[in-house]
């Protein structure tokens, strides 16, 4: 801690966690749309039943880690800030359709990146730009007066609001992860393939894993690192400034995330012979992706995150925006898929 600036352990802890999701995605197959696409229209649920396993690993070891006084789930901005039904379900639809346009996600992006695909780096620094422009720039005061998001006036979420019925909070922990748990393995595909299963385990505690360590960052620190765990949107941005600017400091458990995910992806694609550059051949697909990677950028911020960063580490706090804006997300893609795959004609 005295010799090493504070900001770059954070970052390290980003690191490390980035790489395991890198793997993931690479080696187990974990990613968003992909799931999405392979269910609806390759009748294979395979890859949607791993977010089970994903989800039910990250709820256990974020709620449990919690209750043993390593995480400060408060510390957190989906806990300390009030949540807005509307931004979630705004920003998740307008996330979801530009997910489905850009052809990834922004944790999608990175992943296919660090596999040789030029054309997710066209998205991820698109995406990355008009995240800010939502965040900090021109369209920012639009958002604020919109989608307001003061500090909470007191507990929130669904273990409190539960709580407020009379459930035991241990009992509403194991329920909704053991929940997605039997839904996970009650598919045979998946219980078929102890690898991806493992992956999956290992993507959930990860996400656990980043709020472990800034927590502990964030004691010893009095507040000065932030209580985050893994998210694509702002916090490639993030990145992108710290890169740009890096003498002015900068660096953060974010930006040790990204370049995380990518080297995870890079090794993960080395190890099974799928790296390849690649790029995009028809200049009307790269318009779509850029135009569905700006709207990801917009809506990722509404929505205070992404696939990932609501859809898994919010969902992991058990904040009632994780799974809402997860719903609207799904929601948005569903609807994109259906323009680019089946053009809105009747089935």
Do not use: K
């Given at each position: 801690?005295e ?5 770059v352990?954070?970052?390290l802890?980003?690191?490390a966690g980035?790489?395991?999701?890198g ?5 187990g ?7 999405l696409?392979?269910a609806?229209y390759?009748r294979?649920?395979?890859r949607?039943r ?7 690993v990250?709820?256990l ?9 390593l995480?400060?789930?408060g510390?957190?901005?989906?806990h300390a ?7 979630s379900?705004?920003g998740?639809?307008?996330f ?5 346009l850009?052809g990834?996600?922004g ?20 995406m ?7 965040l ?17 006036t ?13 459930l035991?909070p ?13 839904w ?6 998946l219980r078929?393939n102890p ?6 385990v ?5 996400v656990?894993w980043?709020f472990?360590?800034t927590s ?5 620190s009095l ?11 702002a916090?490639?941005g ?10 002015a400091g ?7 995330s ?5 080297v ?18 028809d ?23 992404c ?9 992991a706090t ?9 719903a ?10 259906r323009?680019?795959i089946?053009?809105?004609?009747p089935?």
């Amino acid at each position: 801690m005295e010799t090493v600036p504070i900001g770059v352990l954070a970052a390290l802890v980003g690191l490390a966690g980035g790489v395991v999701l890198g793997l993931a995605a690479r080696l187990g197959d974990f990613c968003t749309l992909g799931a999405l696409e392979s269910a609806v229209y390759g009748r294979d649920q395979t890859r949607m039943r791993l977010w089970g396993i994903v989800l039910a690993v990250a709820i256990l070891a974020t709620q449990f880690g919690a209750r043993a006084g390593l995480i400060d789930l408060g510390g957190t901005f989906y806990h300390a800030i009030q949540w807005n039904v509307a931004g979630s379900i705004f920003g998740g639809l307008v996330f979801g359709y530009g997910m489905a346009l850009a052809g990834n996600c922004g944790f999608g992006a990175l992943v296919r990146f660090g596999g040789g695909d030029l054309r997710s780096l066209v998205v991820v620094v698109v995406m990355g730009i008009f995240g800010f422009v939502a965040l900090s720039g021109p369209l920012a005061p639009l958002r604020v007066m919109l989608f307001p998001q003061p500090d909470a006036t007191g507990p929130q979420g669904i273990l409190h609001d539960l709580g407020q019925l009379g459930l035991p909070p241990v009992v509403v922990i194991l329920a909704i992860a053991g929940g997605f748990l039997i839904w996970a393995l009650a598919h045979a595909g998946l219980r078929q393939n102890p690898r991806q299963i493992a992956w999956g385990v290992a993507a959930g505690l990860a996400v656990a894993w980043g709020f472990m360590g800034t927590s502990w960052l964030a004691a010893e620190s009095l507040g000065e690192i932030s209580v985050e765990g893994p998210s694509f949107t702002a916090p490639v941005g993030r990145t992108l400034i710290y890169l740009m600017t890096a003498t002015a400091g900068g660096i953060t458990f974010s930006v040790g995330s990204v370049v995380g995910v990518m080297v995870g992806s890079l090794t993960g694609s080395i190890l099974r012979g799928l790296f390849r550059w690649e790029a995009c051949e028809d200049p009307r697909e790269l318009g779509r992706q850029v135009g569905g990677a700006a709207l990801m950028g917009i809506g990722g911020v509404v929505a205070m995150g992404c696939s990932v960063g609501q859809g898994v580490t919010a969902f992991a706090t058990l904040a009632w925006s994780g799974p809402v804006t997860l719903a609207a997300i799904v929601a948005g893609a569903m609807v994109g898929l259906r323009q680019l795959i089946a053009g809105y004609q009747p089935d």
